[in-house]
Structure formats: structure tokens, C-alpha cells
């Protein structure tokens, strides 16, 4: 993490190892457990705006923006290799929180529904009552837990490949539920359904020997069952509906060189959202739920340096970039996941308290740079011009900053 998440080529601790290229875990030779806990906490704004006339004859636009009031979300991550100086075979295995994404936005209390509305101060409309055509109060909270075990294989001194099958758990909650068909009392709020997964990924890694090293290593999709989401609609009402999101194929390229005190570490992936299912179709279907979140591909480029100058206190930095997967034309649909971070920084450090354990720390902060941006879409408004439908003169957008802070401990065995 502290290196920006490049680990592919420059396999520093047996995490980003495992994380990203299970061939390198070939050039850990001892038997080494690793547990790290980090403390999430993300910030993001939504806003909306609506044109004059829109709430009736006369009526004046209106816009608001409301703050997510989430709290902090913990990331544990536990792994395992068991290396032997002088054997061709490692053995690895974890279970990490890969993926997730959550918002909670509360509805606005300044509505057309209320008797003290004043479209004058702050009043958000995405966030109106649905009676009031908003989504009223925005939830949603996705995890992803996977767990591998990994098999790294020495071809030669210099070159080693590596395989690791994967399975997958992950829960989906939603309020409003987009994917439902919604009724004459709207769109419903689901119950946390779950879903099992599996996967693979395979990679090579490469050590001159002198300094530079090279990994590659592809991750398959994670093919998921589907979520069986069990609705209440305002009315109390209930219905079941069915929904399937899959995790992106990613490739990944890394670069690593070590010369004395100082590691470099650079990675480049390239996440395949377009053939994804889940995210690679999006729009109103004919009973106006939603598709999907019709995502693009994304590059990622990582970057980090380690100085280890200091005895037994080595110092890390990392930078990571993300292009951003939701076209402007679709920005409504990804009101519930509005996790895009362009950029993030970490800080970090190890303590090593003897030949056996070390402590880890990193800081991490990210952000969007600028809103993702697009029109609020009615179904309503659809026309052969107007695919989407697309409310003239209105906007939605929303963009978040994170921080994190994440401690880990690490013990090898019988060193």
C-alpha cells in the first residue's frame, strides 16, 4: 500500500506479492504470517440541480448538495507464505478486502414535500422524497472478500511463474435498488444479499540478479453467482429481483530496481470494466429499472520508493493514479458508487523489532480531482434523441476525498 500499490515487479512484502503477481512470492524463503488492519474513511458530496419551471409553473431552479455521513470502514487483510532457501516450490495464501464502495446520503429535509420548503437556500433535489421525483434517502454499501492460494514454481535462478485460485464473497445492499422494477410507490430498499465467486490469476517474475526485476500477471474475472435481492418498497409492499456483478479482468506489468538503500517499484494495469458483467451494459430497461453501471476501462499506474537508509526503519512513498470509468452520459446511474479516486498518495514505514517481527504503518489520501459530472435522467423524458432521458438544464455530480490509516504486524517463523 505504501508503495502505491506497485508490487508486481518489486515484491517487497509477501502482501503485494500475493496481491498482484503470485509468481513473486518465489523470493520469499522463509515461512512468514502477515496481518494488517486499516481504518477507511471516505468523504464524498453529491449535488443536484434542477431548471426554473421544473416543479411547477412560476417555480424557481433549484440546487443543493448533501455530505455523505458514513464513518470509518475497516480493511483487514491476512496472508501467509512458506518458502525454503533452496526449493523451487512456495506455497501462499490469503484473504483480503479487494474491493467495495459505499454512500450515505440522508434525504434532504428542504423538499417540495414540506411545508417550510424554500427553494432559496440549499435544497438538493436528487435527495427529494420519491413522491417529490428524487431518490429520497441514497444508501448503498458493496464488499468484496476474496481469498487464494497461491503456488509460485522457480523455472531458473532468475525466472519463476505462479498460479493462484481464487474464491470470492461478496454483499450488495442498496436504498433505493435501481435494478428492481419500481411501482406506483417507487423504487425499493433491498435487504444485504451476498453472492460467491471464483477466479484465478497467473504470473511470471523476473530477477536479473543485479538490481532490476520484471512480473506481469493476469487476473481473470471473477465470475459471481447472482445476487437475490429481497425488496420493501415504501408502500411495504415487497418483491425478489435478480442482479449479477462480476469483478474486472486486470492485467498487470510491473518494473522493480534495488540498488543499495533505495527500491523503485512501477506498475501499470489495465482494468477491463467493458466485459464485465454488471458493468458493461447500463440504461433504463423497458420496466425502468437499471441495466448496470456501464463502466469503461481504466488505467492504473502506480509508483513507489522505499529508502532503507535508516537502520531498522525503513521509509516508503507511493502515488497512484485511476482514469476515471463513468462517461458523463451516465453519471446518474452511478449515484450509489461514486468511488473514483484520480489520485492517492501514501507515507509509510516499517519498525523491525528483531529477526522475527516487524510493524508496518502507512497514511493514505485520496481524491477525485474535480466532479464527475452529467445530467439527472428520467425515464419519462426518453425520445429517439434523448436515449437516456435526460432532463435539459439539470446536473448531478458528486466528488469525495478518502483517508486511511493501516497498521500491520508481521512475524517469520524460526529465523
Same mark, same amino acid.
Given at each position: 500500500?505504501?508503495?502505491?500499490?506497485?508490487?508486481?515487479?518489486?515484491?517487497?512484502?509477501?502482501?503485494?506479492?500475493?496481491?498482484?503477481?503470485?509468481?513473486?512470492?518465489?523470493?520469499?524463503?522463509?515461512?512468514?504470517?502477515?496481518?494488517?488492519?486499516?481504518?477507511?474513511?471516505?468523504?464524498?458530496?453529491?449535488?443536484?440541480?434542477?431548471?426554473?419551471?421544473?416543479?411547477?409553473?412560476?417555480?424557481?431552479?433549484?440546487?443543493?448538495?448533501?455530505?455523505?455521513?458514513?464513518?470509518?470502514?475497516?480493511?483487514?487483510?491476512?496472508?501467509?507464505?512458506?518458502?525454503?532457501?533452496?526449493?523451487?516450490?512456495?506455497?501462499?495464501?490469503?484473504?483480503?478486502?479487494?474491493?467495495?464502495?459505499?454512500?450515505?446520503?440522508?434525504?434532504?429535509?428542504?423538499?417540495?414535500?414540506?411545508?417550510?420548503?424554500?427553494?432559496?437556500?440549499?435544497?438538493?433535489?436528487?435527495?427529494?422524497?420519491?413522491?417529490?421525483?428524487?431518490?429520497?434517502?441514497?444508501?448503498?454499501?458493496?464488499?468484496?472478500?476474496?481469498?487464494?492460494?497461491?503456488?509460485?514454481?522457480?523455472?531458473?535462478?532468475?525466472?519463476?511463474?505462479?498460479?493462484?485460485?481464487?474464491?470470492?464473497?461478496?454483499?450488495?445492499?442498496?436504498?433505493?435498488?435501481?435494478?428492481?422494477?419500481?411501482?406506483?410507490?417507487?423504487?425499493?430498499?433491498?435487504?444485504?444479499?451476498?453472492? @460467491?465467486?471464483?477466479?484465478? !490469476? %497467473? #504470473?511470471?517474475? $523476473?530477477?536479473?540478479?543485479?538490481?532490476?526485476? *520484471?512480473? /506481469?500477471? =493476469?487476473?481473470?474475472?471473477?465470475?459471481?453467482?447472482?445476487?437475490?435481492?429481497?425488496?420493501?418498497?415504501?408502500?411495504?409492499?415487497?418483491?425478489?429481483?435478480?442482479?449479477?456483478?462480476?469483478?474486472?479482468?486486470?492485467?498487470?506489468?510491473?518494473?522493480?530496481?534495488?540498488?543499495?538503500?533505495?527500491?523503485?517499484?512501477?506498475?501499470?494495469?489495465?482494468?477491463?470494466?467493458?466485459?464485465?458483467?454488471?458493468?458493461?451494459?447500463?440504461?433504463?430497461?423497458?420496466?425502468?429499472?437499471?441495466?448496470?453501471?456501464?463502466?469503461?476501462?481504466?488505467?492504473?499506474?502506480?509508483?513507489?520508493?522505499?529508502?532503507?537508509?535508516?537502520?531498522?526503519?525503513?521509509?516508503?512513498?507511493?502515488?497512484?493514479?485511476?482514469?476515471?470509468?463513468?462517461?458523463?452520459?451516465?453519471?446518474?446511474?452511478?449515484?450509489?458508487?461514486?468511488?473514483? @479516486?484520480?489520485?492517492?498518495? !501514501? %507515507? #509509510?514505514?516499517? $519498525?523491525?523489532?528483531?529477526?522475527?517481527?516487524? *510493524?508496518? /504503518?502507512? =497514511?493514505?489520501?485520496?481524491?477525485?480531482?474535480?466532479?464527475?459530472?452529467?445530467?439527472?435522467?428520467?425515464?419519462?423524458?426518453?425520445?429517439?434523441?434523448?436515449?437516456?432521458?435526460?432532463?435539459?438544464?439539470?446536473?448531478?455530480?458528486?466528488?469525495?476525498?478518502?483517508?486511511?490509516?493501516?497498521?500491520?504486524?508481521?512475524?517469520?517463523?524460526?529465523?
Amino acid at each position: 500500500m505504501s508503495m502505491g500499490g506497485a508490487a508486481t515487479g518489486q515484491p517487497l512484502d509477501i502482501s503485494g506479492a500475493l496481491q498482484w503477481n503470485p509468481a513473486a512470492i518465489s523470493t520469499f524463503d522463509d515461512k512468514i504470517l502477515k496481518f494488517d488492519l486499516g481504518l477507511f474513511f471516505s468523504s464524498p458530496e453529491l449535488s443536484s440541480s434542477l431548471p426554473a419551471g421544473m416543479l411547477g409553473p412560476g417555480a424557481p431552479g433549484v440546487s443543493g448538495t448533501t455530505a455523505d455521513d458514513r464513518g470509518l470502514s475497516p480493511m483487514p487483510a491476512l496472508a501467509m507464505v512458506w518458502g525454503k532457501e533452496g526449493s523451487k516450490h512456495t506455497f501462499g495464501a490469503s484473504a483480503f478486502g479487494i474491493s467495495g464502495f459505499g454512500v450515505t446520503f440522508p434525504e434532504e429535509a428542504n423538499n417540495p414535500l414540506s411545508a417550510s420548503f424554500n427553494p432559496m437556500e440549499n435544497s438538493n433535489p436528487i435527495n427529494y422524497p420519491q413522491a417529490a421525483m428524487g431518490f429520497g434517502h441514497i444508501e448503498s454499501d458493496y464488499m468484496l472478500l476474496q481469498v487464494g492460494l497461491a503456488y509460485a514454481y522457480e523455472l531458473t535462478d532468475k525466472i519463476s511463474i505462479g498460479i493462484q485460485p481464487n474464491i470470492d464473497y461478496a454483499a450488495l445492499e442498496l436504498a433505493p435498488n435501481p435494478t428492481a422494477n419500481p411501482t406506483m410507490a417507487g423504487y425499493p430498499t433491498t435487504d444485504k444479499a451476498s453472492a @460467491i465467486g471464483f477466479g484465478a !490469476q %497467473f #504470473g511470471v517474475f $523476473y530477477d536479473s540478479g543485479l538490481g532490476l526485476k *520484471l512480473g /506481469a500477471s =493476469y487476473k481473470t474475472a471473477q465470475k459471481f453467482g447472482e445476487f437475490e435481492f429481497e425488496n420493501t418498497y415504501l408502500d411495504n409492499s415487497t418483491a425478489k429481483n435478480n442482479f449479477q456483478m462480476d469483478y474486472p479482468a486486470i492485467f498487470s506489468v510491473g518494473f522493480g530496481y534495488s540498488t543499495g538503500d533505495v527500491d523503485l517499484a512501477l506498475d501499470f494495469r489495465r482494468v477491463d470494466y467493458e466485459n464485465t458483467e454488471g458493468f458493461s451494459k447500463t440504461g433504463w430497461t423497458q420496466t425502468a429499472s437499471v441495466a448496470g453501471f456501464g463502466w469503461k476501462n481504466i488505467s492504473i499506474l502506480s509508483a513507489g520508493l522505499q529508502y532503507k537508509g535508516i537502520n531498522k526503519l525503513p521509509l516508503r512513498i507511493g502515488y497512484t493514479y485511476s482514469s476515471n470509468p463513468i462517461p458523463e452520459e451516465i453519471t446518474f446511474f452511478n449515484i450509489p458508487a461514486t468511488a473514483v @479516486i484520480k489520485n492517492a498518495y !501514501q %507515507f #509509510g514505514l516499517s $519498525y523491525e523489532v528483531n529477526s522475527n517481527w516487524q *510493524l508496518d /504503518a502507512v =497514511y493514505h489520501y485520496g481524491d477525485s480531482n474535480g466532479a464527475t459530472e452529467g445530467r439527472i435522467l428520467n425515464p419519462m423524458m426518453i425520445s429517439p434523441s434523448n436515449p437516456n432521458g435526460a432532463i435539459p438544464g439539470s446536473s448531478v455530480s458528486y466528488e469525495m476525498t478518502t483517508s486511511m490509516v493501516m497498521v500491520g504486524i508481521g512475524y517469520t517463523f524460526n529465523k
